[in-house]
């Protein structure tokens, strides 16, 4: 497939007429990195903003802006707008944990290899996505994207090959809808903290299986994580158990308070198991992409969390055939990740509506002391069928550096399709 571009841009940009209007914009104090400084500019002039940056880095004076209103319900790095807090300054501050990332249900199982929330939220602004409008995540994993989404009133629906990237992804962004009958089956959660409860039962002790499927989620996802705290911390089963529930469910309501406190209007939520190979969707279906693809051939995700697969009945050795990055052996297995991921980039390309953007974070693994150059390879099959690319950014990666230290925020842009 051949493309073309008469008006090539680096990222979607407002055509509303631009008013004056003299401000500021305060940048968060943990924005330290050049690449959150260029994203924030990207944000902003995706925004309708006019800017230059202040002499200590910390602001930008407003030049003009299309919407200031918008702006301040919108943006992720900044902390006030015109003196004013953004939504997202005051999402980020419901937050039960002691990491600034992991606010709201974001902190939700231990899964490694996460978006940063904040960067997710940048970039449904960066590539331009509006209230109403749907942003695949074809690698959804835990499912950040998805819940970024849902905050800014962006629809999403977000695939994975992984059963449990799928229920914690269903219980971050559902949860909330079912959060008063939640809290009152967990008035029963004294009575378990005494008993000595088996695994399988821990659940199942609190939720009848008739209960709506949004509960049982609910509860299933906690009891993988006090299973994830008694493996990897050896902490006892029953205590863990309590203890994540009551932190889980104090999130949920958080949730549902600023929801109702900021009068947001969520987007619509479908995560799904599926193949980012053989994307279940129509041609020209999709508004924006934000992914990460797998990082899997230098980061065994399936021995990773195979306590938590095993709980879910699952046979670890078919998931791993299925996984991209994990089939095959040796030099075969580098060959079939390349090839796995050149056809996820073709379904990309095929659902992604024309002019729009796909936005992918992608580094290059290490495997068998040998480099992989994914970031390459990626970029090279992207022209070659149709998405160009318009932005590359460079971004420190933290948590995976037995892994990789340095990514690539790429965005790609969908030209008109020629006949």
Not at 15 to 24: A, C, F, M, T, V
Not at 235 to 244: G, H, L, N, Q, T
Not at 283 to 295: F, R, V
Not at 323 to 352: C, T
Request: glycine share 6%.
């Amino acid at each position: 497939m051949r493309c073309t571009s008469d008006n090539p841009k680096t990222a979607p940009h407002s055509d509303e007429q631009k008013h004056p209007s003299l401000g500021s914009a305060k940048l968060f104090g943990n924005v330290q990195f050049i690449y959150e400084l260029i994203l924030a500019q990207l944000e902003l002039q995706s925004l309708g903003a006019a800017f230059d940056m202040t002499d200590e880095f910390s602001s930008f004076t407003l030049l003009n802006v299309v919407d200031n209103e918008r702006l301040r319900r919108r943006v992720a790095y900044f902390q006030t707008i015109n003196g004013a807090s953004s939504d997202y300054s005051l999402i980020s501050r419901k937050n039960r944990t002691r990491s600034v990332n992991q606010y709201l249900t974001h902190w939700m199982y231990p899964y490694k290899g996460k978006f940063h929330p904040q960067m997710i939220r940048a970039a449904l602004n960066i590539i331009g996505l509006e209230s109403g409008e749907t942003v695949l995540d074809p690698f959804v994993g835990s499912g950040t994207t998805a819940l970024e989404a849902q905050l800014l009133g962006v629809n999403c629906i977000g695939l994975d090959a992984s059963p449990l990237c799928v229920l914690q992804s269903k219980v971050k962004t559902a949860s909330h809808e079912v959060a008063r009958n939640i809290r009152a089956y967990c008035e029963e959660l004294p009575r378990l903290e005494q008993a000595d409860v088996a695994l399988e039962n821990a659940a199942l002790d609190l939720v009848p299986s008739t209960a709506d499927q949004r509960i049982q989620d609910f509860f299933h996802l906690a009891k993988l994580i006090a299973l994830s705290d008694s493996v990897r911390r050896r902490k006892d089963f029953a205590s863990a158990f309590v203890s994540r529930t009551k932190l889980m469910t104090q999130s949920i309501m958080d949730y549902d308070e600023i929801r109702r406190e900021l009068g947001l209007s969520l987007g619509r939520v479908v995560i799904e198991r599926g193949d980012a190979r053989a994307l279940p969707l129509s041609d020209n279906s999709i508004d924006g992409i934000i992914t990460s693809p797998p990082y899997a051939i230098a980061l065994d995700y399936i021995k990773n969390d195979a306590h938590a697969l095993q709980a879910l009945g699952l046979d670890t050795h078919e998931i791993r055939r299925q996984f991209i990055g994990l089939r095959g052996r040796m030099n075969e297995r580098v060959h079939l990740y390349n090839e796995d991921m050149k056809r996820s980039l073709e379904e990309m390309a095929r659902v992604l509506k024309p002019n729009k953007f796909a936005l992918i974070v992608i580094g290059n693994a290490t495997y068998r002391g040998s480099t992989l150059e994914s970031v390459e390879l990626i970029a090279k099959h992207a022209n070659e069928i149709g998405l160009r690319l318009t932005k590359s950014v460079n971004k420190t990666i933290f948590g995976l550096y037995n892994v990789m230290q340095k990514e690539k925020v790429l965005i790609f842009k969908k030209d008109e399709e020629c006949i």
